[in-house]
């Protein structure tokens, strides 16, 4: 099969003679460090996308994404707001700040009105009660785990629900707008969320707010990707509606995460670095011992420009082999990393929960190109040494 000049010769010195332990030695670190450098980036972020993308269904998936807020001036459109692009769905809703006593406890969170007959993705996490017992005028409650464990109370259970920003005065003091409420179900989303959120029925949570009757319900929005709201939110303004969004919640949150998932990136990309830092070292050993090699290469006509390719396989090789047994590897090891997990008796959750894995196959390809470029660059200075090699000294004590 025909190669190449370069590539022929570049292949043979990445083999190395048969008594070139050493050379071949740093060769094969070379490959290995890039090699697990990009098995373990591709595996890292994979399991970072798999906790960004639960935390996007659990969170993104429970709390309000977009809230449009109604007024008796500019009421909001909603056959029109509903064909906005990427807008799935609305809602009317009405949310407030709230303070829920019992027997026993008190606690705070956001009271959130919804219309018992609109979608609601909370009732999926239902683990006890009915989300449908939200009726008008039942003055029934739906609590988050924690939230009823705080309160020490289970279905059935009477709590106060009190609201500061609808109080009123009167002779002993400004009291906060108050009602008795029946918790008639529990959710559990296994996050924080279940700390924070309470449910009840729209029109019972409108009258405690003491809101007038010719305010229309704030409309509440369903978008297919939570992480597009800016968009849709220049649109609203352009329109003249008051616009809140899940960010003001939990904006800080994924900001975190995505600040993680980029210093865990960069972290494990310093192993590639190092290992091409090694195809440097290995090339310039290479350069030292074939200058002999190639003093006679140039007198038999070869140009420095060949030169320079010939290094550049030879080294670029070893990159080009570690980025795709790296990828390889680390989807294989992100795909059944629970399994590998279990084998040798870790867990890392705990509780017999596993770790969430969501493999990208362009965010593998841009690693395994990324160190294959790498390796690429730090070939170039070696290869640009060796093609410098001038005959007449190179060969004059051969």
Do not use: C
């Amino acid at each position: 099969m025909f190669h190449p000049l370069p590539v022929f010769i570049g292949l043979r010195y990445l083999r190395g003679r048969t008594g070139d332990k050493f050379g071949r030695f740093v060769s094969y670190m070379s490959t290995a460090g890039i090699t697990i450098g990009v098995m373990s980036l591709v595996t890292v972020l994979s399991v970072m996308n798999g906790f960004e993308g639960q935390l996007k269904h659990r969170i993104l998936g429970v709390i309000p994404q977009a809230i449009i807020a109604g007024n008796a001036e500019h009421a909001p459109d909603v056959h029109s707001i509903a064909n906005w692009d990427k807008v799935t769905g609305t809602a009317p809703i009405e949310m407030t700040d709230a303070v829920v006593q019992s027997p026993k406890s008190i606690g705070a969170g956001k009271l959130i009105g919804v219309d018992v007959n609109s979608p609601e993705p909370i009732r999926e996490y239902m683990v006890r009660g009915d989300f449908g017992a939200l009726t008008p005028g039942s003055y029934a409650l739906v609590l988050g785990r924690k939230t009823a464990r705080d309160l020490d109370v289970t279905v059935g259970d009477k709590v106060r629900v009190m609201i500061t920003s609808a109080s009123q005065f009167t002779p002993v003091g400004r009291i906060p707008s108050q009602r008795n409420f029946t918790v008639a179900g529990i959710y559990d989303t296994a996050t924080d969320v279940d700390g924070q959120l309470m449910f009840a029925n729209l029109n019972d949570v409108s009258r405690l707010m003491r809101l007038p009757r010719t305010k229309p319900a704030d409309l509440r929005l369903f978008v297919s990707e939570p992480f597009d709201v800016p968009a849709l939110q220049k649109i609203a303004e352009v329109k003249g509606y008051e616009w809140s969004d899940w960010r003001a919640l939990r904006g800080e949150l994924f900001q975190a995460v995505k600040m993680e998932k980029n210093m865990m990136g960069l972290m494990l990309s310093l192993i590639v670095l190092v290992a091409a830092f090694n195809i440097i070292s290995a090339l310039i050993m290479v350069v030292m011992e074939k200058q002999a090699e190639v003093a006679i290469l140039k007198t038999q006509g070869m140009t420095n420009r060949s030169i320079v390719a010939l290094f550049v396989v030879q080294g670029a090789s070893s990159g080009v082999i570690g980025a795709i047994l790296g990828g390889i590897a680390g989807s294989a090891v992100a795909l059944n990393i629970n399994e590998i997990m279990s084998l040798l008796h870790v867990s890392l959750l705990g509780g017999g929960l596993s770790l969430p894995v969501v493999l990208k196959p362009e965010q593998v390809l841009t690693v395994v190109l990324g160190a294959i470029a790498l390796s690429l660059v730090a070939t170039l200075f070696p290869s640009i040494k060796a093609a410098s090699v001038r005959p007449a000294e190179a060969l004059r004590y051969e």
